[in-house]
């Protein structure tokens, strides 16, 4: 939670989603449960997104392509 910085993440523009975008990530395997937040970083060999941890507070959760779907989220 005392973190001050992140690693660096950017969106590639060939991906296809813009920073700041609502996203779902989840596994493409048997434990599909999705994470939710806000993209930071997306790569053709990362997924990274921010979001609120009750306990941690803001972080920035990294994902590997392999293995992981990125959704955007409906506009509500």
Do not use: M, W
Not at 14 to 31: C, K, N
């Amino acid at each position: 939670a005392a973190a001050k910085t992140n690693a660096p993440a950017a969106v590639d523009a060939d991906q296809g989603f813009a920073a700041g975008d609502a996203v779902t990530v989840t596994p493409t395997d048997y434990a599909q449960d999705a994470v939710a937040g806000a993209l930071c970083g997306l790569t053709r060999d990362e997924v990274a997104i921010a979001r609120t941890d009750p306990r941690a507070g803001r972080v920035v959760v990294h994902f590997p392509r392999i293995g992981f779907q990125v959704n955007k989220e409906a506009k509500q």
